[in-house]
């Protein structure tokens, strides 16, 4: 494994976080466009939601963009990546239509989200070795 990517704690921090972004972006596709939104979050808090969501989602991928720049090697970055993008509708799937297609799915969406941005800025960057 050294020998492909030496980077192994960068590597599960890149799986970790792009997870939580790909399960955002499915789950927000599903919001879109706004009239054909499930009734929990049809109103104006659910749009709220939605838009907090989004911008969490925008800041999460630029994050982990420029983590995977400055960590891994690119060949890592397309084999992880990829995998992940290719299973997380399986996990997508799993999740209940109630829980995620409701204000309270979308408040933990939110917190997911916000521990995946907290995750990129922890100190565990500093157990990676470049």
Do not use: K
Not at 2 to 11: R, S
Not at 19 to 36: H, K, N, V, W
Not at 105 to 130: D, T
């Amino acid at each position: 494994m050294h020998a492909i990517e030496p980077n192994g704690v960068a590597l599960a921090l890149f799986a970790a976080t792009f997870a939580a972004c790909c399960l955002s972006f499915f789950t927000l596709a599903g919001m879109f466009p706004a009239r054909a939104r499930p009734l929990p979050v049809a109103g104006h808090v659910g749009s709220l939601l939605v838009l907090f969501n989004l911008a969490l989602l925008a800041a999460l991928l630029g994050g982990v963009a420029l983590y995977a720049h400055e960590t891994l090697r690119w060949t890592s970055v397309v084999v992880a990546g990829g995998l992940i993008f290719l299973f997380v509708p399986s996990i997508f799937e799993i999740v209940p239509n109630e829980w995620r297609d409701s204000r309270g799915g979308l408040v933990f969406l939110g917190a997911l989200q916000l521990a995946s941005l907290a995750l990129l800025i922890s100190p565990l960057q500093n157990l990676s070795v470049i």
